[in-house]
C-alpha cells in the first residue's frame, strides 16, 4: 500500500538523496509542478508514473548497500502491485489522458533523458516523496 | 573580490530545523575556530538552477538563520547552505540535505480548551497554524496543511487514576456522564497518517466537574 | 568433498503478518551446517532478470528459522529459498514449493478486555503493529439488530467506546482488518458488561 511505500522510502532517503549531486535538475517538479495537474488528468498521471518507475527507474537503483537494496526491492515490489490495480482503472475507462497530462509526462521523460540512466534512475528514486506527497494530497 | 584562500575548516551539522513550517537553518562553528567567525547563507529551490543569497544572513556571527519565508512554498523542497569566514580566510560552502517541508516538519500539539458541567466536560481542540510573514498574514491551519490530521485525547479521572484515550477528526469532544465533584486532566496530540506526523501530547489542563447539587 | 545435501521442507509460517521461513536442518557428523536464504518478488521476476536479494540476518545462521517479514513487504507473490553451507562445502539451493504471498496470512482475533468505567464503556486491545485496524462492535444485550461500530487504530491505552445507561449488559467485540491485504480477522468472543454507579463490574 502507498503507507508501506512511504515508510520503506523515508527509511532509506537520505542514502538515495545523498546520491543525486545534481540540484538544478528536478525529474517530476520543474519545470511543471505535479501539483498544477487537474483533478481529471491525476488518474491518468499516477498510473503513467507507476508505469515509468517500474519499468524504467528501480532496476537501474542497485546500490553497494544490502539494506538498501531490500528496500528498493520492497518499494518495487509495493509499486507493482499498485501498478495492477491502477491497470484496472485504465482498462475500464477510468483513467483517461488528457493532454494536459500527456504533455506533463513528456517533460518527466525529457527531463530523464537529460542525464545518464544510473542518474536519472537514482533522481528518480529520490524523488518518491514529491510524487508521494502530491498523491496523498490529492487523494 | 576574489574567492578568498578556503583552507578554514568548515561549519558543522547543517541542517533544518522545522516547527509548523517555521523552518531555522542551524550550524555549529568550524572545529577549533573561537570566537570572530562569521557566516554567509544561501539556499536554493531544488530542481531549479541558481543560489539564492539571503541577504539578512551575510557576515552574520550566530549560528542560525531563518528561511522560513523563502521555504514557504511546502509543494517544493530546499537545499540551503553556509560558508564561513575569519581572518581573511573563508570554508567550503557546506549544505543540508534535501528539505522537505510537508514531511520534515515537527508539529506542535493542538491546543486545548476545557470546560465543564456537573456531569460532564467539553474540550475544543486547535490544531496550530503554518508559520506565517507576519501576524496580519493569512492564517494557514495545519489542518488544511494535511487533511487527515487526526487528534488523539486522553481524559485521566484524577481520583481514579484511570485514563481514557479518544481518537476523532473533528476538533470538539464532550464526555457525558462522569462523576460529579471530580477532576478530571485532558491532554491531546495530533496525529498525521500519511506523510506519517505526529506531535507529542499537550500539557495537562485539568478540570473539575461540578458538584451535586 | 561430497556436495552438501540441499535443506528439504522448506515452509511458511506466516500468522497476523509476521512471516517466517522454516526448514529441516541438514545433517553431518560432527560438522555446524550453516544456512543462507534469499528472497525474490514478483518485481525482480518480471523486471530484474530474476535477480534473488540475499537476507543478510539469515546469511550463515545455524539456526533453521529465519524471520522474513521485513522483506515480505508488498502484496505479489515471492519465491524464496535456502542453501547449506560447512567451511568451503556448498549445497544447491532449496526453494519453497510455489510462491508465498502474504495475503494468505492467518489472522487472528485481537486479544481484548472490556471494561465499564462508571457509565463508560471502554477496551482495551492488544498492539499488533502498525498494518494492524481494529473494528470494535458493541451492542445492547439482546438488542444485536442495533449494533454500533468504531475503527479503532490508536491502540497505546484504554479506548473509549461510548457511555451506557445504567441496566442493560453491554456487549463487545472486535476483529482485526489489515488493509495492505484488505482482510479482516475472525471476531473476538463477546464480552459483557454494565454499568453500575460508579464502579466496574463484569459479566461474561
Same mark, same amino acid.
Given at each position: 500500500?502507498?503507507?508501506?511505500?512511504?515508510?520503506?522510502?523515508?527509511?532509506?532517503?537520505?542514502?538515495?538523496?545523498?546520491?543525486?549531486?545534481?540540484?538544478?535538475?528536478?525529474?517530476?517538479?520543474?519545470?511543471?509542478?505535479?501539483?498544477?495537474?487537474?483533478?481529471?488528468?491525476?488518474?491518468?498521471?499516477?498510473?503513467?508514473?507507476? =508505469?515509468?518507475?517500474?519499468?524504467?527507474?528501480?532496476?537501474?537503483?542497485?546500490?553497494?548497500?544490502?539494506?538498501? =537494496?531490500? +528496500?528498493?526491492?520492497?518499494?518495487?515490489?509495493?509499486?507493482?502491485?499498485? +501498478?495492477? +490495480?491502477?491497470?484496472?482503472?485504465?482498462?475500464?475507462?477510468?483513467?483517461?489522458? /488528457?493532454?494536459?497530462?500527456?504533455?506533463?509526462?513528456?517533460?518527466?521523460?525529457? =527531463?530523464? +533523458?537529460?542525464?545518464?540512466?544510473?542518474?536519472?534512475?537514482?533522481?528518480?528514486? /529520490?524523488?518518491?516523496?514529491?510524487?508521494?506527497?502530491?498523491?496523498?494530497?490529492?487523494? | 573580490? $576574489?574567492?578568498?584562500?578556503?583552507?578554514?575548516?568548515?561549519?558543522?551539522?547543517?541542517?533544518?530545523?522545522?516547527?509548523?513550517?517555521?523552518? @531555522?537553518?542551524?550550524?555549529?562553528?568550524?572545529?577549533?575556530?573561537?570566537? $570572530?567567525?562569521?557566516?554567509?547563507?544561501?539556499?536554493?529551490?531544488?530542481?531549479?538552477?541558481?543560489?539564492?543569497?539571503? *541577504?539578512?544572513?551575510?557576515?552574520?556571527?550566530?549560528?542560525?538563520?531563518?528561511?522560513?519565508?523563502?521555504?514557504?512554498?511546502?509543494?517544493?523542497?530546499?537545499?540551503?547552505?553556509?560558508?564561513?569566514?575569519?581572518?581573511?580566510?573563508?570554508?567550503?560552502?557546506?549544505?543540508?540535505?534535501?528539505?522537505? *517541508?510537508?514531511?520534515?516538519?515537527?508539529?506542535?500539539?493542538?491546543?486545548?480548551?476545557?470546560?465543564?458541567?456537573?456531569?460532564?466536560?467539553?474540550?475544543?481542540?486547535?490544531?496550530?497554524?503554518?508559520?506565517?510573514?507576519? #501576524?496580519?498574514?493569512?492564517?494557514?491551519?495545519?489542518?488544511? @496543511?494535511? #487533511? $487527515?490530521?487526526?487528534?488523539?485525547?486522553? @481524559?485521566?479521572?484524577?481520583?481514579?487514576?484511570?485514563?481514557?484515550?479518544?481518537?476523532?477528526?473533528?476538533?470538539?469532544?464532550?464526555? *457525558?456522564?462522569?462523576?460529579?465533584?471530580?477532576?478530571?486532566?485532558?491532554?491531546?496530540?495530533?496525529? @498525521?497518517?500519511?506523510?506519517?506526523?505526529?506531535?507529542?501530547?499537550?500539557?495537562?489542563?485539568?478540570?473539575?466537574?461540578?458538584?451535586?447539587? | 568433498?561430497?556436495?552438501?545435501?540441499?535443506?528439504?521442507?522448506?515452509? %511458511?509460517?506466516?500468522?497476523?503478518?509476521?512471516?517466517?521461513?522454516?526448514?529441516?536442518?541438514? %545433517?553431518? !557428523?560432527?560438522?555446524?551446517?550453516?544456512?543462507?536464504?534469499?528472497?525474490?518478488?514478483?518485481?525482480?521476476?518480471?523486471?530484474?532478470?530474476?535477480?534473488?536479494?540475499?537476507?543478510?540476518?539469515?546469511?550463515?545462521?545455524?539456526?533453521?528459522?529465519?524471520?522474513?517479514?521485513?522483506?515480505?513487504?508488498?502484496?505479489?507473490?515471492?519465491?524464496?529459498?535456502?542453501?547449506?553451507?560447512?567451511?568451503?562445502?556448498?549445497?544447491?539451493?532449496?526453494?519453497?514449493?510455489?510462491?508465498?504471498?502474504?495475503?494468505?496470512?492467518?489472522?487472528?482475533?485481537?486479544?481484548?478486555?472490556? %471494561?465499564?468505567?462508571?457509565?463508560?464503556?471502554?477496551?482495551?486491545?492488544?498492539?499488533?503493529?502498525?498494518?494492524?485496524?481494529?473494528?470494535?462492535?458493541?451492542?445492547?444485550?439482546?438488542?444485536?439488530?442495533?449494533? !454500533?461500530?468504531?475503527?479503532?487504530?490508536?491502540?497505546?491505552?484504554?479506548?473509549?467506546?461510548?457511555?451506557?445507561?445504567?441496566?442493560?449488559?453491554?456487549?463487545?467485540?472486535?476483529?482485526?482488518?489489515?488493509?495492505?491485504?484488505?482482510?479482516?480477522?475472525?471476531?473476538?468472543?463477546?464480552?459483557?458488561?454494565?454499568?453500575?454507579?460508579?464502579?466496574?463490574?463484569?459479566?461474561?
Amino acid at each position: 500500500s502507498v503507507t508501506e511505500i512511504r515508510s520503506g522510502f523515508t527509511a532509506i532517503k537520505a542514502n538515495i538523496q545523498a546520491r543525486d549531486p545534481i540540484r538544478t535538475l528536478s525529474i517530476l517538479s520543474h519545470p511543471h509542478s505535479l501539483h498544477k495537474v487537474q483533478s481529471s488528468d491525476r488518474c491518468c498521471i499516477t498510473h503513467h508514473l507507476f =508505469n515509468f518507475y517500474v519499468d524504467k527507474v528501480f532496476k537501474h537503483c542497485k546500490t553497494e548497500d544490502s539494506y538498501v =537494496n531490500r +528496500k528498493i526491492s520492497s518499494i518495487a515490489n509495493s509499486f507493482l502491485s499498485v +501498478k495492477k +490495480k491502477l491497470r484496472q482503472c485504465h482498462e475500464q475507462n477510468k483513467c483517461m489522458c /488528457g493532454q494536459e497530462s500527456t504533455e506533463k509526462f513528456k517533460q518527466i521523460l525529457a =527531463n530523464y +533523458k537529460e542525464l545518464n540512466v544510473t542518474s536519472a534512475a537514482m533522481k528518480s528514486l /529520490g524523488e518518491l516523496d514529491i510524487l508521494l506527497d502530491w498523491m496523498e494530497k490529492s487523494a | 573580490s $576574489g574567492e578568498l584562500y578556503c583552507s578554514l575548516p568548515n561549519p558543522r551539522n547543517v541542517h533544518f530545523e522545522s516547527i509548523n513550517m517555521k523552518n @531555522v537553518l542551524h550550524w555549529s562553528a568550524p572545529e577549533g575556530t573561537g570566537d $570572530g567567525v562569521l557566516y554567509k547563507v544561501k539556499y536554493s529551490v531544488y530542481g531549479v538552477g541558481k543560489w539564492i543569497r539571503k *541577504p539578512e544572513c551575510r557576515n552574520i556571527n550566530r549560528t542560525w538563520c531563518d528561511l522560513s519565508s523563502e521555504t514557504s512554498d511546502y509543494e517544493e523542497q530546499y537545499y540551503a547552505s553556509v560558508k564561513a569566514f575569519l581572518d581573511g580566510m573563508c570554508s567550503e560552502w557546506m549544505e543540508t540535505t534535501r528539505f522537505n *517541508p510537508l514531511t520534515d516538519t515537527k508539529i506542535d500539539p493542538p491546543m486545548v480548551s476545557v470546560s465543564s458541567t456537573e456531569k460532564s466536560i467539553s474540550i475544543t481542540l486547535t490544531a496550530p497554524e503554518k508559520w506565517k510573514r507576519s #501576524p496580519e498574514g493569512e492564517s494557514i491551519s495545519l489542518l488544511q @496543511v494535511y #487533511p $487527515g490530521l487526526q487528534y488523539n485525547v486522553s @481524559v485521566l479521572n484524577k481520583k481514579t487514576k484511570k485514563r481514557w484515550l479518544f481518537s476523532i477528526s473533528n476538533n470538539t469532544l464532550v464526555v *457525558p456522564w462522569l462523576e460529579p465533584g471530580t477532576a478530571y486532566c485532558v491532554s491531546a496530540q495530533i496525529h @498525521v497518517p500519511t506523510p506519517l506526523l505526529h506531535s507529542v501530547f499537550s500539557k495537562e489542563y485539568c478540570i473539575a466537574t461540578l458538584k451535586d447539587k | 568433498d561430497a556436495l552438501l545435501p540441499r535443506p528439504q521442507n522448506i515452509s %511458511i509460517l506466516s500468522t497476523n503478518m509476521k512471516h517466517f521461513l522454516t526448514w529441516s536442518p541438514v %545433517i553431518v !557428523q560432527g560438522e555446524t551446517v550453516r544456512y543462507s536464504v534469499e528472497f525474490q518478488g514478483e518485481y525482480e521476476r518480471e523486471y530484474a532478470n530474476e535477480s534473488w536479494i540475499p537476507i543478510c540476518e539469515c546469511s550463515l545462521i545455524t539456526a533453521t528459522v529465519c524471520n522474513i517479514t521485513e522483506d515480505i513487504s508488498a502484496t505479489v507473490a515471492y519465491n524464496l529459498r535456502v542453501r547449506a553451507d560447512i567451511g568451503a562445502r556448498r549445497s544447491e539451493w532449496g526453494s519453497l514449493k510455489g510462491f508465498f504471498n502474504r495475503i494468505t496470512t492467518s489472522l487472528t482475533p485481537p486479544l481484548m478486555k472490556v %471494561i465499564a468505567d462508571g457509565y463508560h464503556l471502554l477496551v482495551e486491545l492488544e498492539d499488533m503493529g502498525p498494518a494492524f485496524q481494529f473494528r470494535v462492535l458493541y451492542w445492547k444485550k439482546g438488542q444485536a439488530s442495533r449494533i !454500533q461500530q468504531k475503527v479503532v487504530t490508536e491502540v497505546s491505552s484504554v479506548v473509549h467506546l461510548d457511555t451506557m445507561e445504567a441496566g442493560p449488559d453491554y456487549c463487545v467485540k472486535a476483529q482485526t482488518y489489515v488493509e495492505a491485504i484488505n482482510r479482516s480477522s475472525s471476531f473476538s468472543q463477546p464480552q459483557c458488561v454494565r454499568a453500575q454507579g460508579g464502579r466496574s463490574v463484569w459479566l461474561v
